[in-house]
């Protein structure tokens, strides 16, 4: 049993053996080659054959783990558990985040049993492109972290820590979407676009008042369709009262979090 850095020859195997890993089928596709080339790709060898594999990816000074897969064949055997202790000797110290569908039971017992704990519940909705007129506007000025509700944003499937600075550089890129009422921010909204899936806009979080995170999605969904994306996915934590009529709710996640201590 060996964990060593991904190669190029690994890739058809390990793509192999995830083309149904969930109903839908599996995006390690999509990811390979981008994740193969920022590095922090490993795959686990038994008896020399590739039969797993995961990724970290490393943001604002924090480990961010995505992509774990074990073979069919090989799974309750402990590789799973072997990454994730390969995975705590790479990062040696500092937060780890992951997230994991709230039904994907395996999943979330493999990483309870090393430790890990849930640190927000967020849901996913859809939302169509569409002509629409919005009162939402991109924010010009500094918006309060108070206004954002939670100390994660989603960016493209990863959960990215959410302090001032972050604000700051989220409102420099023009990615912060404000909703003013009365000379007051209602509402905000952090808009992402991944370069793994170009075709599906992203709301990261969303946050305020009904009416203004109503008007905020609208926005997206202007901007969606002007663009030509084919689809919009909406993140927020779920104590958020996220409710319109066209937005399709979709899983719950669990945001999991650990902290790992300096000798590991
Ligand atoms: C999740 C996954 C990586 C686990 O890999 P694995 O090699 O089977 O995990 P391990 O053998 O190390 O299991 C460790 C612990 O996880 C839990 N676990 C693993 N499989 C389980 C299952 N089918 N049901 C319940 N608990 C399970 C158990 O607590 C197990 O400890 P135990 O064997 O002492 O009971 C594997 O099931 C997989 O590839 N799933 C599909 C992909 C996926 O869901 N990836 C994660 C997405 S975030």
Same mark, same amino acid.
């Given at each position: ?118 640190? %927000?519940?967020?849901? /996913?909705?859809?939302?169509?492109? &569409? !002509?629409? =007129? ?7 000025? +500094? ?94 934590? %779920?104590?958020?009262? /996220?409710?319109?009529?066209?937005? &399709? !709710?979709? =899983? ?7 902290? +790992?201590?300096?000798?590991?």
């Amino acid at each position: 049993m060996e964990i060593r850095n991904a190669k190029e020859q690994d890739k058809g195997t390990v793509l192999e053996f995830c083309k149904e890993t969930f109903s839908w089928g599996d995006y390690i596709a999509d990811v390979w080659d981008r994740w193969k080339s920022a590095g922090g790709l490993y795959v686990i060898e038994h008896d020399g054959a590739v039969v797993g594999m995961y990724h970290i990816g490393f943001f604002a000074k924090e480990a961010w783990l995505e992509g774990m897969r074990v073979h069919p064949k090989y799974r309750k055997k402990g590789l799973g558990t072997k990454m994730m202790t390969h995975a705590e000797s790479v990062i040696g110290s500092g937060t780890v985040r992951l997230v994991i569908e709230s039904q994907n039971t395996p999943s979330i017992q493999l990483v309870r049993s090393v430790g890990y704990c849930i640190e %927000e519940e967020w849901r /996913l909705y859809l939302a169509a492109p &569409e !002509k629409k =007129s919005s009162r939402a506007t991109v924010a010009a000025a +500094l918006v309060s972290l108070g206004l954002f509700g939670s100390s994660t944003y989603a960016d493209s499937w990863r959960w990215l820590p959410l302090d001032d600075a972050e604000v700051q550089k989220l409102v420099r890129q023009g990615r912060v979407l404000v909703l003013n009422e009365d000379g007051r921010t209602s509402s905000v909204g952090i808009l992402n676009q991944s370069n793994d899936f170009p075709q599906t806009m992203q709301l990261g979080l969303v946050n305020g008042t009904r009416e203004g995170m109503v008007e905020i999605l609208g926005y997206v969904q202007n901007k969606a369709h002007e663009t030509g994306c084919e689809k919009i996915q909406v993140f927020a934590p %779920e104590k958020t009262l /996220l409710d319109a009529g066209f937005l &399709e !709710k979709r =899983s719950l996640f669990y945001l999991m979090k650990k902290e +790992l201590g300096k000798n590991l």
